[in-house]
């Protein structure tokens, strides 16, 4: 779809936190200077055409007591698509990307636990044969999760 | 650290909030619980950090953000703090880590997520940070991302 500047005030706003309250969206619409019909019906559009991928609460697993971990494989090609739906099937696995290297399959695991981490990662190398390396975070040099839309 | 209650919470709202005007309200319903008492759980989930922010997650690609660069830095140890905090702060960088080397295959211990609306651009930005690290920086590499593969977010599993 292609979005237009309303759209993209929208989604800029959308990107920060929204207030706790009973209707959240009336108070976004209200600081845009917005009708609340159309703040939602906006953000319907944007979420069926995936321009939005997720809306709602970010949670932190390990402020849960559960843990997050970048994890890599380095995948044939001919074996590719077999891998990704072992790898995808797990619950645990938060969003996976395909990248430009020998290690060509990252993704995030979030579990519950520090030991679901471990669980999760060796089951997948138990299923698919292939060392799965893991770079948990050691130091988080600030988060600026906005793109301007 | 979250009890039964949070947990149903979480698990109601995991993949998403609903977009009508009042969406608490529905939730709540749907947990047969007051609309208050779910505001109310919700702010102390947010005070303790279990709940990051609500809003909403887009997709790089279709805003033409269609570069998207892991750049890869192995940096002395001795000054990873330092020179991180300075990458994490460019604003360019959506996020910056520090994360173990994995050797051989690996010698790379600071990550930066590097976006652009080309490749290019990302490697334009790319040579600044190669600037600031300076000769504290012995090897380079970037990562685009060319699919994404999954894209769900944290789902607790159910328990029995």
Redesign the interface.
């Known amino acids: 779809?292609k979005?237009d500047g309303t759209d993209r005030a929208i989604?800029n706003r959308?990107?920060?936190?929204?207030p706790?309250?009973?209707?959240?969206?009336?108070a976004v619409a209200e600081e845009l200077g917005i009708p609340?019909s159309e703040v939602?019906n906006r953000?319907?559009r944007?979420?069926d055409?995936?321009?939005?991928?997720?809306?709602?609460?970010?949670?932190?697993?390990a402020?849960?007591?559960g843990a997050f971990c970048?994890c890599?494989m380095a995948v044939p090609t001919e074996e590719f698509e077999t891998v990704?739906t072992k790898v995808?099937a797990h619950?645990?696995?938060?969003?996976?990307?395909?990248?430009?290297?020998r290690?060509n399959?990252?993704?995030v695991l979030?579990t519950?636990t520090p030991e679901g981490i471990v669980g999760t990662a060796d089951a997948i190398e138990r299923e698919t044969g292939i060392c799965v390396?893991?770079?948990?975070?050691?130091?988080?040099?600030?988060?600026?999760?906005?793109?301007a839309? | 650290m979250i009890d039964a209650t949070d947990r149903e919470i979480i698990e109601a709202l995991q993949g998403g909030l609903p977009l009508v005007p009042a969406p608490y309200a529905q939730v709540a319903e749907i947990l047969g619980m007051d609309e208050d008492a779910l505001l109310y759980r919700l702010s102390e989930l947010k005070s303790r950090g279990v709940i990051r922010r609500i809003a909403a997650a887009p997709n790089h690609y279709k805003l033409g953000m269609t570069s998207n660069g892991m750049t890869v830095w192995d940096v002395d140890d001795d000054r990873i703090t330092e020179l991180g905090s300075r990458i994490g702060a460019l604003p360019f960088v959506t996020h910056c880590y520090e994360r173990p080397r994995a050797l051989p295959d690996w010698p790379y211990n600071l990550f930066a997520m590097v976006h652009g609306s080309d490749r290019d651009e990302v490697e334009e930005k790319r040579a600044e940070i190669t600037a600031i690290l300076g000769d504290a920086c012995r090897a380079k590499d970037i990562l685009y991302s060319t699919r994404i593969l999954k894209k769900t977010g944290l789902r607790l599993k159910k328990k029995g």
């Open positions: 779809m979005l989604l959308m990107q920060d936190d929204l706790l309250v009973s209707h959240p969206y009336a609340e939602l953000l319907t944007m979420k055409s995936r321009v939005i991928t997720r809306f709602g609460p970010f949670f932190d697993a402020a849960m007591g970048l890599a990704l995808n619950a645990e696995v938060a969003h996976n990307y395909e990248r430009t290297h290690l399959m990252w993704f979030a519950e390396l893991r770079f948990p975070k050691l130091q988080e040099f600030f988060i600026g999760f906005r793109v839309a």
